[in-house]
């Protein structure tokens, strides 16, 4: 089964609970969540945040979920579904989904799970006073970049150009970029930014990144390039090049580095906004949350195949270590 097939099968699963709604008696609260492109990790960690807080999906809490399959032009007509089904509270990930559920309503609260950037999306007034209808958690990624780009100039130090893969429909991306950039300048790197807007690009991409010269590649935080994640990886190992990606599942799927937030972690923790919020707390008066901790994932058995020797101070910083 293809990834797109099995995501539109696990969709029908979890909607399968709503058909014993009529049978429900009273309020029971509505929540929408509307993915740009879901990962299964994800989907699992907020019905296990749910179970947590004690909701029993189809009984104490009904769930509308809707995905675009990674084709984000279809994201503000799903919005507006969710919308006209009058849900309680709705859920979107990545920040191009917010943005189409910001469009879609001012007055039904959004939570966001995981944000490079919420106030430069121009999603939030401020992380301490968000403003409007929509609150969450953030990432910072546009604020590690440039500590990623740190971690691999320490395996390559003398390397002069980083490739650079990105989604430019992301709304995101730009400012992830921005920070890559002013890093590269004081690491001495010239980045050379290749763009992937569907999973049909990356064999024609990556055909051409030897050509470039580039000796080392960074990975910017999407979820659509997350959806291809083991076509990615695969690709890279074929170029033979150390690459540094966001999410510690990339490392576990044969990526050499991640450095980033465990985002199952907050997308367990976003349902903490859900039940305040449907409680009566108001969007605008819950701060939007940081992770307090990073982690640096190394994959020994990638950097072997590679013969790349990962210096010492990296591996006794590193949160995991896959052999």
Excluded: C
Excluded at 234 to 249: C, E, F, I, N, S
Excluded at 293 to 322: C, G, H
């Amino acid at each position: 089964m293809d990834r797109r097939a099995f995501v539109t099968a696990l969709f029908s699963i979890l909607a399968a609970p709503l058909a014993t709604e009529a049978q429900q008696v009273g309020k029971v609260p509505r929540l929408g969540v509307l993915f740009g492109s879901p990962a299964v990790s994800w989907i699992e960690a907020l019905r296990q945040g749910l179970r947590e807080l004690g909701y029993v999906e189809g009984q104490t809490v009904r769930i509308e979920w809707r995905s675009a399959e990674g084709r984000y032009e279809r994201l503000p007509e799903l919005a507006r579904e969710l919308v006209r089904l009058r849900v309680d509270v709705l859920v979107a990930h990545p920040t191009i989904a917010v943005l189409a559920a910001k469009q879609a309503t001012t007055t039904i609260p959004i939570v966001i799970p995981a944000s490079a950037d919420p106030v430069g999306a121009g999603l939030v007034a401020s992380l301490a006073r968000p403003g409007g209808n929509i609150t969450g958690s953030t990432f910072i990624s546009s604020e590690i970049s440039g500590k990623r780009l740190e971690f691999l100039k320490a395996i390559t130090p003398h390397a002069a150009r980083v490739a650079v893969l990105a989604n430019p429909t992301n709304p995101a991306t730009a400012l992830q970029l921005r920070e890559a950039q002013v890093a590269a300048e004081g690491l001495g790197l010239v980045l050379e930014v290749l763009e992937v807007r569907v999973g049909g690009e990356l064999d024609r991409v990556f055909s051409s990144l030897n050509r470039g010269g580039a000796v080392g590649l960074l990975v910017i935080d999407d979820p659509m390039l997350g959806s291809y994640r083991a076509d990615i990886v695969k690709l890279v190992a074929k170029t033979r090049l150390p690459a540094m990606y966001g999410w510690r599942d990339w490392a576990e799927a044969g990526g050499l580095m991640s450095y980033g937030a465990n985002v199952d972690e907050m997308f367990r923790r976003a349902v903490i906004y859900v039940d305040k919020l449907l409680k009566g707390a108001k969007p605008a008066d819950l701060p939007v949350e940081q992770p307090t901790k990073f982690e640096l994932v190394i994959n020994l058995k990638t950097a072997k195949a590679l013969r790349l020797t990962i210096p010492q101070s990296l591996l006794i910083r590193a949160d995991q270590i896959i052999e």
